[in-house]
Protein backbone atom coordinates (compact mmCIF):
# COMPACT_ATOMS: atom_id res chain seq x y z
CA UNK A 1 0.00 0.00 0.00
CA UNK A 2 1.27 3.34 -1.01
CA UNK A 3 0.28 6.30 1.42
CA UNK A 4 0.84 9.88 0.16
CA UNK A 5 0.56 12.80 2.35
CA UNK A 6 -0.45 15.69 0.20
CA UNK A 7 -1.27 17.85 3.20
CA UNK A 8 -0.43 17.57 7.02
CA UNK A 9 -1.45 20.91 8.51
CA UNK A 10 -4.80 22.08 10.42
CA UNK A 11 -7.71 24.56 9.28
CA UNK A 12 -5.12 27.23 9.65
CA UNK A 13 -2.27 26.28 7.37
CA UNK A 14 1.23 27.28 8.05
CA UNK A 15 2.53 29.59 7.61
CA UNK A 16 -0.25 31.51 8.69
CA UNK A 17 -1.15 34.25 5.48
CA UNK A 18 -0.72 37.24 8.09
CA UNK A 19 1.84 36.13 10.54
CA UNK A 20 6.04 37.50 11.03
CA UNK A 21 6.99 34.62 13.52
CA UNK A 22 10.11 33.02 13.27
CA UNK A 23 8.41 29.64 12.29
CA UNK A 24 6.65 31.22 8.91
CA UNK A 25 9.59 33.33 8.11
CA UNK A 26 11.33 29.59 7.73
CA UNK A 27 8.14 28.02 6.25
CA UNK A 28 8.48 30.67 3.60
CA UNK A 29 11.90 30.74 3.17
CA UNK A 30 12.60 27.28 2.82
CA UNK A 31 9.00 25.58 1.70
CA UNK A 32 10.38 22.76 3.53
CA UNK A 33 8.40 20.47 6.27
CA UNK A 34 7.22 23.42 7.82
CA UNK A 35 4.86 24.59 4.55
CA UNK A 36 2.06 23.11 5.19
CA UNK A 37 -1.63 22.32 3.39
CA UNK A 38 -4.73 21.67 4.68
CA UNK A 39 -4.50 17.78 5.65
CA UNK A 40 -5.47 15.24 2.96
CA UNK A 41 -3.54 11.78 1.90
CA UNK A 42 -3.86 9.85 -1.22
CA UNK A 43 -3.32 6.12 -1.37
CA UNK A 44 -2.23 4.41 -4.51
CA UNK A 45 -3.24 6.80 -6.71
CA UNK A 46 -7.07 5.83 -6.85
CA UNK A 47 -8.75 6.48 -2.93
CA UNK A 48 -8.40 9.68 -1.64
CA UNK A 49 -8.80 10.83 1.99
CA UNK A 50 -10.59 14.49 2.26
CA UNK A 51 -11.25 16.30 -0.72
CA UNK A 52 -10.09 19.25 1.10
CA UNK A 53 -9.04 23.03 -0.14
CA UNK A 54 -5.31 22.74 -1.23
CA UNK A 55 -5.49 19.78 -3.00
CA UNK A 56 -4.72 21.22 -6.65
CA UNK A 57 -1.73 22.76 -5.02
CA UNK A 58 -0.34 19.57 -3.52
CA UNK A 59 -0.91 17.13 -6.28
CA UNK A 60 1.31 19.27 -8.95
CA UNK A 61 3.87 19.58 -6.03
CA UNK A 62 4.23 15.65 -5.31
CA UNK A 63 3.09 14.44 -9.16
CA UNK A 64 -0.13 13.00 -8.15
CA UNK A 65 -2.87 12.93 -10.65
CA UNK A 66 -5.63 13.33 -9.39
CA UNK A 67 -8.07 12.59 -12.33
CA UNK A 68 -7.18 8.82 -11.56
CA UNK A 69 -9.32 9.25 -7.94
CA UNK A 70 -12.38 6.53 -8.19
CA UNK A 71 -12.78 6.78 -4.47
CA UNK A 72 -13.09 9.47 -1.93
CA UNK A 73 -13.51 8.77 1.98
CA UNK A 74 -14.63 12.13 3.59
CA UNK A 75 -13.80 11.87 7.27
CA UNK A 76 -16.08 15.20 7.99
CA UNK A 77 -17.51 18.15 6.24
CA UNK A 78 -15.42 21.12 7.28
CA UNK A 79 -13.83 23.06 5.19
CA UNK A 80 -10.52 22.56 5.61
CA UNK A 81 -11.26 18.93 4.50
CA UNK A 82 -13.89 19.17 1.86
CA UNK A 83 -13.98 21.85 -0.81
CA UNK A 84 -17.67 21.57 -2.90
CA UNK A 85 -15.88 23.71 -5.14
CA UNK A 86 -13.66 21.09 -6.27
CA UNK A 87 -16.73 18.37 -6.55
CA UNK A 88 -19.30 20.88 -8.25
CA UNK A 89 -16.73 20.78 -11.29
CA UNK A 90 -17.67 16.75 -11.95
CA UNK A 91 -21.08 18.38 -13.56
CA UNK A 92 -21.24 18.61 -17.00
CA UNK A 93 -21.69 22.28 -17.29
CA UNK A 94 -18.15 22.76 -15.76
CA UNK A 95 -16.68 21.24 -18.85
CA UNK A 96 -15.03 17.93 -16.82
CA UNK A 97 -14.35 15.63 -19.64
CA UNK A 98 -15.38 11.95 -19.46
CA UNK A 99 -14.63 12.13 -15.60
CA UNK A 100 -13.96 8.48 -13.71
CA UNK A 101 -16.68 7.84 -12.24
CA UNK A 102 -16.33 8.04 -7.90
CA UNK A 103 -17.51 6.71 -5.13
CA UNK A 104 -17.99 8.60 -1.96
CA UNK A 105 -17.91 7.54 1.82
CA UNK A 106 -18.48 9.52 4.92
CA UNK A 107 -21.24 8.87 7.41
CA UNK A 108 -24.67 10.28 6.78
CA UNK A 109 -24.68 13.42 8.55
CA UNK A 110 -20.88 14.58 7.07
CA UNK A 111 -23.03 13.52 3.47
CA UNK A 112 -25.71 16.19 3.83
CA UNK A 113 -23.70 18.78 5.00
CA UNK A 114 -21.68 17.96 2.09
CA UNK A 115 -24.63 18.28 -0.23
CA UNK A 116 -25.41 21.39 1.63
CA UNK A 117 -22.20 22.76 0.57
CA UNK A 118 -22.81 21.68 -3.03
CA UNK A 119 -25.95 23.74 -3.44
CA UNK A 120 -24.12 26.84 -2.39
CA UNK A 121 -21.89 26.51 -5.22
CA UNK A 122 -24.96 25.28 -7.57
CA UNK A 123 -28.62 25.64 -7.05
CA UNK A 124 -30.18 22.74 -6.65
CA UNK A 125 -27.80 20.49 -6.34
CA UNK A 126 -27.33 17.58 -4.22
CA UNK A 127 -25.48 14.49 -3.46
CA UNK A 128 -28.85 12.55 -2.35
CA UNK A 129 -30.68 12.37 -5.49
CA UNK A 130 -30.04 9.94 -7.57
CA UNK A 131 -30.27 12.03 -11.03
CA UNK A 132 -28.34 14.72 -9.51
CA UNK A 133 -25.62 11.65 -8.63
CA UNK A 134 -25.88 10.85 -12.14
CA UNK A 135 -25.37 14.01 -13.75
CA UNK A 136 -22.35 14.22 -10.91
CA UNK A 137 -21.21 10.83 -12.00
CA UNK A 138 -20.77 9.42 -8.39
CA UNK A 139 -21.98 6.80 -6.02
CA UNK A 140 -22.37 7.23 -2.05
CA UNK A 141 -22.19 4.74 0.30
CA UNK A 142 -23.23 6.06 4.18
CA UNK A 143 -20.77 4.16 6.96
CA UNK A 144 -21.11 4.55 10.60
CA UNK A 145 -19.37 3.16 13.47
CA UNK A 146 -17.97 -0.07 12.56
CA UNK A 147 -19.21 -0.51 8.90
CA UNK A 148 -16.34 -2.24 6.46
CA UNK A 149 -16.63 -1.36 2.56
CA UNK A 150 -14.99 -3.05 -0.02
CA UNK A 151 -13.01 -0.49 -2.69
CA UNK A 152 -11.56 -1.84 -5.55
CA UNK A 153 -8.90 -4.38 -4.03
CA UNK A 154 -8.95 -2.67 -0.39
CA UNK A 155 -11.10 -2.57 2.70
CA UNK A 156 -12.10 0.01 4.35
CA UNK A 157 -13.39 0.31 7.56
CA UNK A 158 -15.20 3.52 9.56
CA UNK A 159 -14.31 4.77 12.82
CA UNK A 160 -16.37 6.77 15.05
CA UNK A 161 -14.53 10.46 16.00
CA UNK A 162 -15.54 12.67 18.84
CA UNK A 163 -14.55 15.79 17.14
CA UNK A 164 -17.70 17.07 15.52
CA UNK A 165 -20.69 14.36 16.24
CA UNK A 166 -22.90 16.91 14.59
CA UNK A 167 -20.93 16.53 11.51
CA UNK A 168 -20.53 12.80 12.37
CA UNK A 169 -16.74 13.13 12.01
CA UNK A 170 -15.08 9.68 11.25
CA UNK A 171 -11.39 8.05 10.69
CA UNK A 172 -11.02 5.37 8.57
CA UNK A 173 -8.84 2.08 8.93
CA UNK A 174 -7.75 1.04 5.08
CA UNK A 175 -6.44 -2.41 4.65
CA UNK A 176 -4.43 -3.19 1.85
CA UNK A 177 -2.39 -6.49 0.55
CA UNK A 178 -2.83 -7.59 4.14
CA UNK A 179 -1.60 -4.67 5.57
CA UNK A 180 -3.77 -1.93 7.84
CA UNK A 181 -3.39 1.74 7.79
CA UNK A 182 -5.25 3.71 10.27
CA UNK A 183 -5.92 7.77 9.32
CA UNK A 184 -6.94 8.95 12.66
CA UNK A 185 -7.83 13.09 12.26
CA UNK A 186 -9.69 14.79 12.92
CA UNK A 187 -10.33 13.54 16.38
CA UNK A 188 -9.88 14.43 20.34
CA UNK A 189 -9.19 11.03 22.34
CA UNK A 190 -10.12 8.01 20.53
CA UNK A 191 -13.81 6.85 21.78
CA UNK A 192 -14.38 3.39 24.27
CA UNK A 193 -16.35 2.31 21.38
CA UNK A 194 -12.91 2.79 19.28
CA UNK A 195 -10.80 0.70 21.32
CA UNK A 196 -13.50 -2.17 21.61
CA UNK A 197 -13.41 -2.04 17.94
CA UNK A 198 -9.72 -2.82 17.44
CA UNK A 199 -10.02 -5.23 20.27
CA UNK A 200 -12.87 -7.58 18.72
CA UNK A 201 -11.69 -7.04 15.23
CA UNK A 202 -8.14 -8.09 16.19
CA UNK A 203 -6.31 -5.09 14.16
CA UNK A 204 -3.13 -4.58 14.29
CA UNK A 205 -1.90 -1.92 12.10
CA UNK A 206 1.41 -1.29 10.47
CA UNK A 207 1.09 2.79 10.29
CA UNK A 208 -0.99 5.38 11.88
CA UNK A 209 -1.40 9.13 11.35
CA UNK A 210 -3.03 10.72 14.04
CA UNK A 211 -4.56 14.45 15.00
CA UNK A 212 -1.72 16.68 17.18
CA UNK A 213 -3.17 19.93 15.63
CA UNK A 214 -1.38 21.17 19.25
CA UNK A 215 1.79 21.63 20.22
CA UNK A 216 3.52 19.86 22.70
CA UNK A 217 1.75 21.23 25.86
CA UNK A 218 -0.42 23.31 24.51
CA UNK A 219 -4.48 23.31 25.00
CA UNK A 220 -7.38 23.88 22.42
CA UNK A 221 -10.79 22.33 21.62
CA UNK A 222 -11.46 19.51 19.13
CA UNK A 223 -8.86 17.90 18.46
CA UNK A 224 -5.07 16.26 20.23
CA UNK A 225 -1.85 18.07 21.59
CA UNK A 226 0.80 16.26 20.46
CA UNK A 227 1.56 14.91 24.33
CA UNK A 228 -1.45 13.74 23.78
CA UNK A 229 -1.21 12.08 20.47
CA UNK A 230 1.87 10.38 22.04
CA UNK A 231 -0.18 8.82 24.95
CA UNK A 232 -2.70 7.33 22.46
CA UNK A 233 -0.15 6.11 20.06
CA UNK A 234 1.96 4.39 23.22
CA UNK A 235 -1.20 2.86 23.85
CA UNK A 236 -2.22 1.05 20.91
CA UNK A 237 1.77 0.08 21.02
CA UNK A 238 0.81 -1.52 23.83
CA UNK A 239 -2.28 -3.18 23.31
CA UNK A 240 -0.93 -4.69 20.13
CA UNK A 241 -3.38 -2.23 18.07
CA UNK A 242 -0.28 -1.07 16.13
CA UNK A 243 2.19 -3.48 15.48
CA UNK A 244 5.53 -3.56 17.55
CA UNK A 245 7.56 -2.53 14.44
CA UNK A 246 4.41 -0.69 13.03
CA UNK A 247 4.68 3.36 12.43
CA UNK A 248 3.09 6.44 14.11
CA UNK A 249 2.98 9.81 12.97
CA UNK A 250 1.28 12.96 13.87
CA UNK A 251 -0.29 15.48 11.17
CA UNK A 252 -3.02 17.73 10.86
CA UNK A 253 -0.72 19.77 12.57
CA UNK A 254 -1.71 23.90 13.74
CA UNK A 255 0.79 26.46 14.14
CA UNK A 256 -0.68 26.49 17.72
CA UNK A 257 2.08 25.84 20.05
CA UNK A 258 4.13 23.98 17.43
CA UNK A 259 7.36 24.50 17.31
CA UNK A 260 9.53 23.88 13.92
CA UNK A 261 9.32 20.73 12.33
CA UNK A 262 12.84 19.96 13.43
CA UNK A 263 12.18 20.46 16.75
CA UNK A 264 9.15 18.82 16.76
CA UNK A 265 10.60 15.68 15.08
CA UNK A 266 13.36 15.76 18.36
CA UNK A 267 10.60 16.00 20.87
CA UNK A 268 8.50 12.90 18.66
CA UNK A 269 11.67 10.57 19.22
CA UNK A 270 11.56 10.61 22.74
CA UNK A 271 8.10 9.61 22.32
CA UNK A 272 7.43 7.49 19.78
CA UNK A 273 6.19 9.34 17.19
CA UNK A 274 7.17 10.66 13.56
CA UNK A 275 6.06 13.90 12.54
CA UNK A 276 4.02 13.69 8.67
CA UNK A 277 5.11 16.48 6.06
CA UNK A 278 3.64 17.12 3.06
CA UNK A 279 5.00 15.56 0.27
CA UNK A 280 5.82 12.32 2.64
CA UNK A 281 5.33 8.51 1.17
CA UNK A 282 4.91 5.44 3.14
CA UNK A 283 5.19 1.94 1.09
CA UNK A 284 3.41 -0.38 3.67
ZN1 LIG B 1 -9.41 19.73 10.32
ZN1 LIG C 1 3.83 32.29 12.57
ZN1 LIG D 1 -12.62 19.42 11.59
Known amino acids: MKITF ?84 RLPDYATEDPLPLEICASAETLRHMSDALAREETGATLLAEDWQARLRLSIHPLRHGDSVTLGNRRVTAVESNHDPRDGSALYIVEEGGRAFFYATDTMRLTD ?81 EVARDGLTLEL
Open 6 to 89: LGTAAATACPLVFCRCPVCRLAWKTGGPDFRRRSSVLIGDDLLIDLGPDLMGSAFAFGADVSKIRFLLQTHSHSDHFDAGHLIT
Open 193 to 273: RAWALFLERGFAFDAIAIDATYGPGAQGGGHLSADEAAEEIARMRAEGILKPEGRAFITHISHEGTPPHAELERFGRERGF
